[in-house]
């Protein structure tokens, strides 16, 4: 059974930094492209960033996040910085199949597998 666990959320203050890790088990994950999401209260979930052949940001992280992987830990991480009130949300990862093409990644209808998903809190 296919699980992805995001770990590394919590309370900080605006302009503080977090690390968000999401460890894959039960499938090698080390060659599909893996993406991060997040939900604001109220809002839409929407793409935040995803890692494939090339790294690819949403307009409102781009330059202060940045996403990773260790491939022979088949951990997934994101790295945010200078984080702002309107970044509280709750962050998911995701896996995508092998072989999406790099168009599919901004969106979620293009991942397969979902984690439960970790809340960030940005204080002011």
């Known amino acids: 059974q296919v699980q992805l666990v995001e770990s590394g959320g919590g309370l900080v203050r605006a302009g503080g930094s977090l690390r968000l890790s999401c460890a894959a088990s039960?499938?090698?994950?080390?060659?599909?492209?893996m993406g991060w999401f997040r939900r604001a209260p109220g809002k839409e979930r929407e793409f935040v960033a995803a890692?494939?052949?090339?790294?690819y940001y949403a307009d409102s992280v781009k330059g202060r996040f940045t996403i990773s992987r260790d491939n022979a830990n088949d951990t997934v991480y994101l790295q945010m910085n200078s984080l702002k009130p309107e970044d509280t949300a709750v962050y998911y990862c995701?896996?995508?199949?092998?072989?999406?093409?790099?168009?599919?990644?901004?969106?979620?209808?293009?991942?397969?597998?979902w984690g439960q998903g970790t809340q960030v809190t940005v204080s002011s």
């Open positions: 890692i494939g052949r090339n790294t």
């Open positions: 039960g499938r090698t994950f080390n060659r599909y492209p």
């Open positions: 995701a896996a995508a199949p092998l072989g999406s093409a790099s168009r599919t990644l901004q969106s979620a209808g293009g991942y397969a597998y």
